[in-house]
Each structure stands twice: as structure tokens, then as C-alpha cells.
């Protein structure tokens, strides 16, 4: 699950993490409230307006029909609600987004943290996260901080640093003091950087998250160190025992059908082809998606029923699928281990029968389970389902489709 910049902040504030302090708006009278504060706070009136959208590169990225970036500096309060009112309600659109964009419901107001001071503030990067091949936690940094991470490692993979830590011993002190002394801090900022990477560790393996991302790190003028930005993922499996950082969830920003799925327990994501597809277990449903696309198709979804699919969840995903203007044909692929083959089909025939004319051909394998008996019940419905046992005999059927 995906939280905003504000909500990773709170989290990161929580942990003893020092942060870009700021305020969320909803309205351009809310900004510039906002602004006020920051200004009695900071005795400055520049502010960053920051959109608060699940993507990155918003500072790069742009309001859909005007210049306006996503994250710009305001100098004054005029510029905070001329700035507010181009942001939201508007469509941001940045390198994570696509060409569609994502509407922009909230923007965060942050106090200005480049100010001037006894030397240049200095941008780092810094991320914790799983490193799966060695099945340990590691802290990737660098001085770099600022850019793309994936620019970084592509033209100066030399300056990419990484700290593995094993999750039973956690964050060793001298884990954090090498991170400091390689960034090459000293003084102050090493001490503040030593307690930032602790409280950072922390706040990721207390969160059960996948991700913390922290781009830039910045050392300001005075040598303090602070977040700007914060990326959180969290574990979706790890949720039920964190109801409070649940809560956090913002439908807004997620596929309304995907939302959907969720509701019923299907795991669905939209993709952009035209063939639909149903599977039990994303192993066999990955096969499916690369069967449509050497037979001629695109996968339009991935979709697992998972194993313990019945009549109604397949009825289910059937409207879900079919919710897609793009969808030109559905292949519904099902090995029966737990599940049973004939419950499937029972759910294909009610899903007919229940929804009414289906516009595009549905190709049905089953098998494994009780597969013959679901053939059978298919074949004997008068619906216009093509059923195959085989893998190949689906394939070949969408070809058909695409000739």
C-alpha cells in the first residue's frame, strides 16, 4: 500500500526522524492559512506547494494544459493561492504517471528549508528496503541526492553505496557512522546523520514496510539533517496489525476497479491490452498473460481468482473484466487443485445468464478437478463459450480471435 508524502512524514516524525515541516491543504484558502503558520513558525514567507499524488516526479512534472510544475516555491501568499488554485482539482502529469495523469486532491504547504546560512545546503539520497537476492534488509544511499536513483546508478554506479543489515542483530551503531563518514559528513551533520539512519531503520522495520525512500536527505545551511521528501510502501500482508496505518489508505488515488476487486478478495490489476484474463494462482496467470501475447493479443488485467474460487467470485470477476472498454475477448484459465473445475463453470454459465449478452468471445480451460465434468456443463449450456483442456488448445483459440 501506497501513502502520501504528509503520511510518510507523520510516520517518519514518530520514529524521531526530523522532517520538512508543513501543512495539508485542500483548498487555496487552506494554503494560504497554511502559509501563515509556516511563516509565524519559520519568520519566512516562502513556502513549497508540493502536490500529494501516489507518483514521483512531481517536481518535474506538469498540470495538464499549463506550465504549472508540481512542486513549485511560492514567495509570497499571493503566489500561494494563485499556485494552490493551479494545482488542485487540475491533473498532474509526471514520468510515473503516464500520459493520463493523476488528479491532484491535496498539496502539501512546507516550510522553505534552503535557506542561507554558514555553508551550501548538500542533497543525499537514502532508501531502506529488502535486498532479495541475499534475503537481508539493506540501506542504499549516496551523494547524489536530488535525481533519479536509476540515473545515478547508470552513469556513476561508484557512488552508490550499500549497507546490509541482517533483521535479527537490526542496525549496528557502527552501521550508522560508516553511512555518515562514506556521505562524507562531519562535525554536526555527522552526529545528525548518524541519528537520522538509526531513527530511519527503525521507523521501516517497526512499519513492516517494503520501502522507505528518502530523496533528498538534506543538510541544510546550519548542518542540520532533515527528510524533504519520504516514499513509504507498506506490506499489504502485514496490515492487520497496523489498523492505524490502514486508515491511511487514500481510495482516490487507486483504480476504482481495482478497488473493487479488492472488496471481493481478487487480486486485479489493469493493464493496457484486449484480452481479458482469469486465473487461479499468479504463477499460472503470469503463463496466461505471455500465452495472449505470442498468441496475437495483449493481456488487458491480471487476474487471480485464488484457490478457493466459487460460482459467485467467478461471476464476480467476470463484471470486473468486462467493466474494461478495451476488453476484446476473455480467456479464463483454471487449474483445479482445491478448486474445483465444475464450480468455475457453474460461474462462467451464471455470470451469462446473470449479466446477459456478453459482447466478446470467452475462451474457458479447465483443468485438473473434476475438468471433464466442467466441460461438459459448458459445452451443454447453448452459451457462446469455446472450452479447451489444454493450454495450447486455449492458445490456439485466441489466435482465432485475432486472424
Not at 124 to 129: G, I
Not at 199 to 217: G, H, Q, S
Not at 265 to 292: E, F, P, Q
Request: proline content about 3%.
Amino acid at each position: 500500500m501506497n501513502i502520501h508524502e504528509y503520511q510518510a512524514k507523520e510516520i517518519l516524525k514518530k520514529y524521531g526522524v526530523t522532517v520538512q515541516e508543513g501543512e495539508v491543504a485542500t483548498t487555496p484558502d487552506e494554503a494560504v492559512v497554511a502559509a501563515r503558520n509556516m511563516k509565524s513558525k519559520y519568520n519566512s514567507d516562502w513556502v513549497v506547494l508540493k502536490s500529494q499524488i501516489h507518483a514521483g516526479g512531481r517536481g518535474k512534472g506538469k498540470i495538464v494544459g499549463t506550465e504549472q510544475r508540481g512542486v513549485v516555491l511560492a514567495k509570497n501568499h499571493d503566489e500561494v493561492r494563485t499556485f494552490a488554485n493551479n494545482l488542485l482539482g487540475n491533473v498532474l502529469v509526471t514520468i510515473q504517471t503516464g500520459p493520463k495523469g493523476k488528479k491532484v486532491n491535496k498539496i502539501l504547504v512546507a516550510q522553505d528549508v534552503y535557506y542561507p546560512g554558514e555553508s551550501e545546503p548538500k542533497e543525499y539520497y537514502m532508501s531502506v528496503l529488502l535486498d532479495r537476492s541475499k534475503g537481508i534488509n539493506v540501506i542504499i544511499y549516496t551523494t547524489e541526492g536530488g535525481m533519479d536513483i536509476e540515473e545515478v546508478a547508470h552513469n556513476s554506479p561508484e557512488k552508490i553505496h550499500k549497507e546490509w543489515i541482517d533483521p535479527s542483530n537490526g542496525l549496528l551503531p557502527f552501521q550508522a557512522r560508516k553511512i555518515a563518514s562514506n556521505l562524507g559528513l562531519r562535525g554536526k551533520a555527522y552526529k545528525q546523520m548518524v541519528n537520522f539512519v538509526t531513527a530511519l531503520y527503525k521507523a521501516y522495520e517497526a512499519t513492516d514496510a517494503n520501502m522507505f525512500e528518502i530523496n533528498p536527505v538534506l543538510k541544510t545551511s546550519d548542518n542540520e539533517i532533515l527528510a524533504v521528501d519520504g516514499k513509504v510502501g507498506l506490506d499489504d500482508n502485514a496490515l492487520f496489525r497496523h489498523p492505524e496505518l490502514l486508515a491511511l489508505r487514500d481510495l482516490e488515488e487507486e483504480d476504482p476497479t481495482e478497488v473493487e476487486a479488492g472488496e471481493y478478495d481478487l487480486n486485479y490489476v489493469k493493464l493496457d491490452g484486449n484480452v481479458g484474463c482469469m486465473v487461479n494462482g499468479a504463477g499460472l496467470a503470469m503463463a496466461t498473460m505471455d500465452i495472449i501475447q505470442l498468441s496475437g493479443g495483449q493481456p488487458a488485467n491480471f487476474l487471480d481468482v485464488g484457490g478457493t474460487a466459487n460460482a459467485e467470485r467467478v461471476e464476480k470477476a467476470m463484471r470486473i473484466i468486462l467493466k474494461d472498454p478495451s476488453v476484446k475477448a476473455i480467456l479464463i484459465n483454471i487449474f483445479g487443485g482445491i478448486v474445483r473445475c465444475d464450480r468455475v463453470a457453474q460461474g462462467v454459465v451464471d455470470a451469462y445468464r446473470n449479466i446477459g449478452e456478453i459482447p466478446v468471445p470467452i475462451i474457458v480451460r479447465l483443468q485438473g478437478t473434476n475438468a471433464v465434468e466442467a466441460k461438459k456443463l459448458i459445452d451443454e449450456s447453448g452459451l457462446k463459450v469455446k472450452s479447451a483442456i489444454t493450454l495450447n488448445e486455449a492458445a490456439s483459440l485466441v489466435e482465432t480471435i485475432f486472424d
